[in-house]
């Protein structure tokens, strides 16, 4: 993440839970959880700063809908800036060369808190599964990884 991106992230979360500020529309809210989200790709290890948010827009359909901005909210984006400042990125694949003609498959999945979908590019199959009503987690990271592993488990050996 170029280090302009990062201070303009900080700077977003820093104005989002400026004092004085306590409602936002939920449009507000997913525009600063997918920006978390983005940055998640390098620094992992900071996705619990993004739970309570999901949580918390969870059940709100309504774009224009007026969100209180929660103390759970506000801690845990402070959590989050304060790892953000002193976390390193982390370069999982630094100085590796993919050449995509060494690829054996490629499996697509995403999730909602819904449903799951898994596509083999390779074999041209799909699958798609509905969350039972009964489903206790409103977490989409519980679904994104219950995605993943339907992919490892259904990859050919």
């Known amino acids: 993440m170029p280090p302009g991106k990062k201070y303009e992230l900080i700077t977003h979360i820093e104005t989002f839970i400026m004092p004085g500020m306590i409602k936002y529309s939920l449009h507000e809210f997913q525009h600063l ?3 978390i989200n983005w ?11 993004l739970c309570v948010i999901y949580q918390k827009i969870s059940h709100i359909d309504e774009a224009d809908s007026r969100i209180y901005l929660s103390n759970d909210v506000r801690e845990d984006l402070q959590w989050l800036l304060r790892h953000l400042h002193i976390e390193t ?25 819904t449903s799951l979908g898994v596509w ?3 074999l041209h199959v799909g ?9 206790l987690s409103h977490d989409i990271f519980v679904y994104e990884v219950f995605a993943v592993l339907s992919a490892l488990y259904i990859l050919p050996s």
């Open 127 to 135: 699958y798609y599964y509905t969350f039972p009503d009964n489903i």
């Open 89 to 113: 990125e982390l370069l999982i694949l630094e100085n590796i060369v993919w050449d995509p003609d060494c690829v054996d498959t490629t499996i697509h999945v995403d999730a909602s808190l």
């Open 39 to 49: 940055a998640l790709n390098v620094f992992p290890l900071l996705w619990p700063g």
């Open 120 to 122: 083999d590019s390779l």
């Open 33 to 35: 959880a997918g920006w």
